[in-house]
């Protein structure tokens, strides 16, 4: 099958690779979709540290090819979208409630029982989040699949895997934004756009999109954004002062991942408001808050990691919004790829040409 490898930092490219079958509570998926993500580009150039060669992609969808032993309740036929995060319902946080933080397997690039499936001349090849999706087909365990209707088109259904739960979760999970309240969403990609439709579906008032780029901007506008700023002519937190009668936002997100960001996101968030940190910076990179500022103003500021997800609850949730017209996934698809053409797709990802670029099979 053809997969995108990467070999070595900064280099990938389309490689044939071999797949060994299902073992113990694995199962086969014959991809039908695989969204392009900015932590695909992270384990590329080496921001998230993963051991090379592997296979990216852990953004997908797509069909249930062949049932590993053990494995109850999937089979052959279903169509399931994929979980970067597998949960077991057993540890210690699926116990507390928060199973994106489930500790069945710390990802390393191996399948949980510590092997792999994906071989290339008979060496073995890691996949990024037991998926390693970006690829004809995985296999990958059977806690990371969530079973949806047949009837919802596996592309659009793909997003839900990542990008857009990571930003409907963050504002109706992690922040709970309430109805009439103002939101200020920084950076205006896949996850962003879905942090405002999130934004959106919970009932702000006033959602500021905040850009460098005209085309995000536009975009956002078009995903429930009521002002926009461009952030490479207007100062960020004075133009949400101006648009809340000088009191800044009740919800302030941060979805790229810079540290200047996130303290400006900080800033745009009135006294007593919710700052919620969701794009994942660098692990060499510190945010200095000021020590003073951060009791006396009162802010919340919390991370949000994959929308606070319980997959099999929030997956389907999200997809009957989907065909209920309420979320809007039609428009964040705006260029597909083959996986002959994933590395264009990473390029064009660089370039910020994409709400989502998806790979089809
Ligand atoms: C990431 C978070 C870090 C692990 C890989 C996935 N989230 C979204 O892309
Ligand atoms: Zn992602």
Same mark, same amino acid.
Request: glycine residues 12%; charged residues 20%; aromatic residues 4%.
């Given at each position: 099958?053809?997969?995108?490898?990467?070999?070595?930092?900064?280099?990938?490219?389309?490689?044939?690779?071999?797949?060994?079958?299902?073992?113990?509570?694995?199962?086969?998926?014959?991809?039908?979709?695989?969204?392009?993500?900015?932590?695909?580009?992270?384990?590329?150039? @080496?921001?998230? #540290?993963?051991?090379?060669?592997? /296979?990216? %992609?852990?953004? *997908?969808? &797509?069909?249930?090819?062949?049932? !590993?032993?053990?494995?109850?309740?999937?089979?052959?036929?279903?169509?399931?979208?994929?979980?970067?995060?597998?949960?077991?319902?057993?540890?210690?946080?699926?116990?507390?409630?928060?199973?994106?933080?489930?500790?069945?397997?710390?990802?390393?690039?191996?399948?949980?029982?510590?092997?792999?499936?994906?071989?290339?001349?008979?060496?073995?090849?890691?996949?990024?989040?037991?998926?390693?999706?970006?690829?004809?087909?995985?296999?990958?365990?059977?806690?990371?699949?969530?079973?949806?209707?047949?009837?919802?088109?596996?592309?659009?259904?793909?997003?839900?895997?990542?990008?857009?739960?990571?930003?409907?979760?963050?504002?109706?999970?992690?922040? @709970?934004?309430? #109805?009439?309240?103002?939101?200020? /969403?920084? %950076?205006?990609? *896949?996850? &962003?756009?879905?942090?405002?439709? !999130?934004?959106?579906?919970?009932?702000?008032?006033?959602?500021?999109?905040?850009?460098?780029?005209?085309?995000?901007?536009?975009?956002?506008?078009?995903?429930?954004?009521?002002?926009?700023?461009?952030?490479?002519?207007?100062?960020?937190?004075?133009?949400?002062?101006?648009?809340?009668?000088?009191?800044?936002?009740?919800?302030?997100?941060?979805?790229?991942?810079?540290?200047?960001?996130?303290?400006?996101?900080?800033?745009?968030?009135?006294?007593?408001?919710?700052?919620?940190?969701?794009?994942?910076?660098?692990?060499?990179?510190?945010?200095?808050?000021?020590?003073?500022?951060?009791?006396?103003?009162?802010?919340?500021?919390?991370?949000?990691?994959?929308?606070?997800?319980?997959?099999?609850?929030?997956?389907?949730?999200?997809?009957?919004?989907?065909?209920?017209?309420?979320?809007?996934?039609?428009?964040?698809?705006?260029?597909?790829?083959?996986?002959?053409?994933?590395?264009?797709?990473?390029?064009?990802?660089?370039?910020?040409?994409?709400?989502?670029?998806?790979?089809?099979?």
């Amino acid at each position: 099958m053809k997969a995108l490898v990467v070999q070595s930092l900064d280099k990938y490219s389309v490689e044939e690779v071999t797949l060994d079958p299902p073992q113990a509570g694995e199962v086969k998926i014959k991809m039908a979709a695989t969204g392009v993500c900015h932590s695909d580009l992270s384990v590329i150039n @080496g921001t998230l #540290p993963l051991p090379l060669p592997l /296979v990216v %992609g852990h953004e *997908g969808a &797509g069909v249930v090819e062949e049932v !590993g032993p053990g494995v109850i309740g999937i089979e052959k036929g279903d169509h399931v979208v994929l979980s970067f995060v597998p949960v077991c319902g057993e540890c210690f946080h699926c116990n507390q409630k928060e199973p994106q933080f489930c500790r069945v397997g710390a990802p390393n690039g191996r399948m949980l029982d510590g092997t792999a499936r994906v071989k290339q001349d008979g060496n073995d090849l890691g996949v990024m989040q037991f998926l390693g999706c970006m690829a004809e087909y995985a296999v990958v365990p059977a806690i990371s699949c969530v079973k949806i209707a047949k009837d919802i088109p596996l592309d659009k259904a793909a997003l839900v895997g990542c990008g857009v739960m990571t930003g409907v979760g963050a504002a109706i999970n992690t922040a @709970g934004v309430t #109805p009439g309240s103002t939101v200020a /969403v920084y %950076g205006c990609g *896949g996850v &962003g756009l879905s942090i405002i439709q !999130g934004a959106r579906l919970a009932g702000a008032d006033r959602i500021i999109a905040l850009d460098l780029a005209d085309n995000k901007l536009e975009m956002a506008r078009s995903f429930g954004a009521t002002d926009v700023v461009n952030t490479s002519k207007d100062n960020g937190p004075m133009a949400c002062k101006e648009l809340t009668d000088g009191h800044g936002v009740d919800y302030a997100f941060e979805a790229v991942g810079i540290p200047q960001l996130m303290l400006e996101t900080n800033a745009s968030a009135r006294r007593g408001g919710n700052v919620i940190i969701v794009g994942v910076g660098k692990l060499t990179d510190q945010v200095p808050f000021n020590a003073l500022m951060l009791s006396m103003e009162g802010k919340r500021v919390m991370g949000s990691f994959y929308g606070d997800t319980n997959p099999q609850h929030d997956f389907p949730m999200l997809l009957s919004l989907y065909q209920r017209g309420k979320l809007n996934l039609d428009d964040m698809v705006t260029n597909t790829y083959s996986i002959s053409e994933a590395p264009q797709a990473i390029e064009d990802m660089i370039k910020g040409v994409n709400a989502r670029g998806v790979i089809l099979y």
